[in-house]
Nanobody, 120 residues
Framework: VQLVESGGGSVQAGGSLRLSCTAS????????LGWFRQIPGKERDGVAT???????EYADSVKGRFTISQDTAKNTLNLQMNSLKPEDTGMYYC????????????????WGQGTQVTVS
């Protein structure tokens, strides 16, 4: 499975960004997809995940501001980020796993290369 993220960039606090992740390669009937964030010097943290049953989880810090969604026809995972805060800054990685989403510890079988989000 190959994952390619896009949509990162720089934005002022209060603004919005939409991240996308396009998947290619093997497909699975059950899976988990997610977005994870990493700041230099810190471990990667979960932001939002969605599984093949439609179950969604969000980090407390982004609830009500971020929305994860998927377009199965286009094999795309999206993250709509509104009301961005400086603490949302980081490298955002798309991840996929054929079994489950693991937040503690953060683990996944497949990772994208990451896209930088900077909020000032």
């Amino acid at each position: 499975v190959q994952l390619v993220e896009s949509g990162g960039g720089s934005v002022q606090a209060g603004g919005s960004l939409r991240l996308s992740c396009t998947a290619s390669g093997s497909t699975y009937s059950s899976y988990c997809l997610g977005w994870f964030r990493q700041i230099p010097g810190k471990e990667r943290d979960g932001v939002a995940t969605i599984d093949s049953d439609g179950n969604v989880e969000y980090a407390d810090s982004v609830k009500g501001r971020f929305t994860i969604s998927q377009d199965t026809a286009k094999n795309t995972l999206n993250l709509q980020m509104n009301s961005l805060k400086p603490e949302d800054t980081g490298m955002y990685y798309c991840a996929a796993d054929p079994l489950r989403c693991s937040w503690y510890p953060v683990e996944a079988s497949y990772w994208g290369q990451g896209t930088q989000v900077t909020v000032s």
